[in-house]
């Protein structure tokens, strides 16, 4: 009697963040049954009641930054069991949005949102500056997206299950625009950050003559300079590279935006 074939054991965490990623994944409605179908889903603490805490897992999907002792313990043990550890959104690849405390004085935020209270974040809920997975831990595939395109998640998926190395899309939003043929909005005096920004969202917010704020996190190849000239020929202010950058890139934008930075706020 031939053995069936084990089913990948798969896990889906979260940590600091909003929830909006996982949710991406359990709202592919018409294709979510056909997953659920071909993997053994240990671990989905948001939909499910008994979760494998300890694993081993085949892949883990993690939402979240970095914020505090408690993520970092975690994350370290999600590391250990997993073969393959994906960080799913822009929080997970790039601290996004929590990010932006990095760039503002860590005692008065806390004193700003926790009050009195803030004295007391201590032990696993004692913060630590809001930082991407792989600040941390080695991470093995990253899609970013706040929150992440379906179907990057489903492409992603169905490439891992069929034995391939799934391939992230790497090109800037500005390369979706030109194969769909949309009207560049920098030729009508409109800002974009598109060239910065990593694509796979099919220049959806260009595509309804909307600039692209960046919630993909920029390019690790961007050329930054060239970029920042492009833009301030196009009549794009600086300060607001710098606040989208700041708001999604975290301190990845400290690693690539540190010309933006000089140019924003002098030498
Ligand atoms: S990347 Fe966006 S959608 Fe995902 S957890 Fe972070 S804030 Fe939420
Ligand atoms: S700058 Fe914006 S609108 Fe222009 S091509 Fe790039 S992404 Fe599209
Ligand atoms: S165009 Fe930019 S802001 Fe809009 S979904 Fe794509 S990456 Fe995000």
């Known amino acids: 009697m031939t053995e069936e074939?084990?089913?990948?054991?798969?896990?889906?965490?979260?940590?600091?963040?909003?929830?909006g990623c996982?949710?991406?994944?359990?709202?592919?409605?018409?294709?979510?049954?056909?997953?659920?179908?071909?993997?053994?889903?240990?671990?989905?603490?948001?939909?499910?009641?008994?979760?494998?805490?300890?694993?081993?897992?085949?892949?883990?999907?993690?939402?979240?930054?970095?914020?505090?002792?408690?993520?970092?313990?975690?994350?370290k043990k999600w590391r250990a069991q997993s073969k393959v550890l994906v960080a799913l959104g822009t929080c997970a690849t790039h601290a996004n949005v929590q990010g932006i405390k990095n760039f503002h004085d860590a005692r008065t935020v806390h004193e700003r949102v926790?009050?009195?209270?803030?004295?007391?974040?201590?032990?696993?809920?004692?913060?630590?500056?809001?930082?991407?997975?792989?600040?941390h831990?080695?991470?093995?595939?990253?899609?970013?997206?706040?929150?992440?395109?379906?179907?990057?998640?489903?492409?992603?998926?169905?490439?891992f299950l069929t034995g391939m190395h799934p391939r992230i899309y790497h090109e800037p939003v500005c390369v979706e625009c030109t194969k769909r043929e949309i009207r560049c909005l920098l030729e009508d005096g409109k800002e974009c950050m598109g060239p910065l920004i990593r694509g796979g969202c099919n220049a959806l917010c260009?595509?309804?003559?909307?600039?692209?704020?960046?919630?993909?996190g920029p390019i690790e190849e961007a050329n930054i300079p060239q970029?920042?000239?492009?833009?301030?020929?196009?009549?794009?202010?600086?300060?607001?590279i710098n606040q989208h950058l700041q708001k999604y890139a975290g301190l990845a934008f400290d690693k690539l935006g540190a010309a933006i930075r000089k140019e924003v706020?002098?030498?």
């Open 5 to 19: 074939k084990r089913k990948p054991r798969i896990a889906i965490h979260s940590i600091t963040g909003c929830a």
């Open 22 to 75: 996982q949710l991406t994944i359990y709202f592919i409605k018409d294709r979510l049954l056909d997953f659920l179908g071909a993997v053994d889903l240990v671990a989905a603490p948001m939909i499910k009641g008994k979760n494998d805490d300890d694993g081993p897992y085949d892949v883990c999907f993690v939402e979240g930054s970095v914020s505090n002792r408690r993520d970092l313990e975690h994350l």
């Open 114 to 135: 926790y009050g009195q209270e803030a004295a007391n974040l201590e032990g696993g809920s004692a913060p630590v500056a809001p930082t991407p997975l792989d600040e």
């Open 137 to 159: 831990v080695k991470v093995d595939y990253k899609i970013s997206g706040c929150p992440p395109e379906e179907v990057e998640i489903l492409k992603f998926i169905k490439e």
């Open 206 to 216: 260009p595509g309804v003559g909307h600039g692209c704020t960046g919630c993909h």
């Open 227 to 240: 970029t920042i000239e492009l833009l301030k020929a196009n009549g794009v202010p600086l300060k607001l």
């Open 265 to 267: 706020e002098g030498p």
